[in-house]
């Protein structure tokens, strides 16, 4: 699935997903918010994982591994 990354004018980031899913984060953003990458993963992980990379943050790591691995199409998102 396609995620985006919004950053607002005070430099707040929003990193949501895009369409129908992504409608809440996206309805939250400041007028003026820029559409500054868009990334397509398999599961929360991976999404996480390149966003990290795209912002030199080192390595993504979480709590729940088992979950946040899952597929979208697992969990039915697609």
């Not at 990354?5 to 003026?32: H, I, M, Y």
């Not at 943050?57 to 946040?68: E, I, K, L, M, Q």
């Amino acid at each position: 699935m396609i995620h985006e990354l919004w950053v607002e004018p005070d430099g707040c980031q929003t990193f949501c997903l895009k369409g129908v899913r992504g409608n809440n984060a996206r309805s939250l953003l400041e007028s003026g918010a820029k559409l500054v990458w868009e990334v397509d993963a398999v599961s929360h992980y991976e999404a996480m994982t390149r966003y990290y990379e795209y912002m030199g943050w080192g390595r993504y790591s979480t709590s729940f591994p088992d979950v946040d691995s899952r597929s979208y199409r697992e969990l039915g998102w697609e």
